[in-house]
């Protein structure tokens, strides 16, 4: 059995007139995050873990910025095409954890409903996703509330040939 790790970080400033989407669910927010995507900066961070893992490179390479057809996507769907990426390649997941950084909004409420999310997009139990969300006690640019950062680590394993 091959078992490998992967992590992942993303940042996304806050912007007026988006919603908040967090982990693939509306978070009610006076802000959202600029983005080409829907700027869902916990799934970023979960894509580039789990092809970090797998040595398939990072969300950029695979989903640029400067594509039209991935304006306003729902990050969802990117998560689904990372997935089929690993399954191509015989990858699954053993687990995923994340850690939100923002001082605002509280997340701790919408924490259960991004893990149900993620778990139907990835087709994994809710018990191999762990969510956690922090602030830095208004230090540097999450805690003056100018926008969101994620960090995530996988756990992938691979079956022998």
Same mark, same amino acid.
């Given at each position: 059995?091959?078992? /490998? ?12 007139? /988006? =919603?908040?989407?967090?982990? !693939?669910?509306?978070? =009610? ?9 829907? %700027?869902? &900066? #916990? ?9 970090? @893992?797998? *040595? ?13 057809? #991935? ?12 997935? $089929?990426?690993? @399954? !191509?390649?015989?990858?699954? +997941?053993?687990? &995923? ?11 701790? =409420?919408?924490?259960? *409903?991004?893990?149900?999310? #993620?778990?139907?997009?990835? !087709?994994?139990?809710?018990? *191999?996703?762990? +969510? ?6 208004? #230090? ?9 950062? %994620? $960090?995530?680590? *996988? ?7």
């Amino acid at each position: 059995m091959n078992i /490998r790790v992967g992590q992942g970080f993303d940042v996304h400033a806050f912007a007026a007139g /988006r =919603p908040l989407i967090l982990g !693939g669910v509306q978070v =009610p927010f006076h802000l959202g995050l600029a983005g080409h995507s829907d %700027a869902d &900066v #916990l799934i970023h961070a979960v894509c580039d873990a789990l092809l970090g @893992a797998a *040595a398939l490179g990072d969300i950029g390479r695979h989903f640029p910025d400067t594509a039209p057809a #991935l304006e306003n996507i729902d990050s969802c769907h990117l998560l689904q095409r990372v997935m $089929q990426l690993l @399954a !191509g390649a015989r990858w699954s +997941i053993c687990n &995923v954890d994340v850690t939100v950084i923002a001082q605002q909004p509280r997340l701790a =409420p919408y924490i259960p *409903a991004m893990q149900e999310r #993620l778990a139907n997009v990835m !087709g994994i139990a809710t018990d *191999a996703i762990n +969510i956690k969300a922090t602030t830095t006690e208004r #230090l540097g640019f999450t805690g003056r509330g100018e926008g969101i950062a %994620a $960090q995530a680590v *996988a756990l992938l394993q691979q079956a022998d040939a």
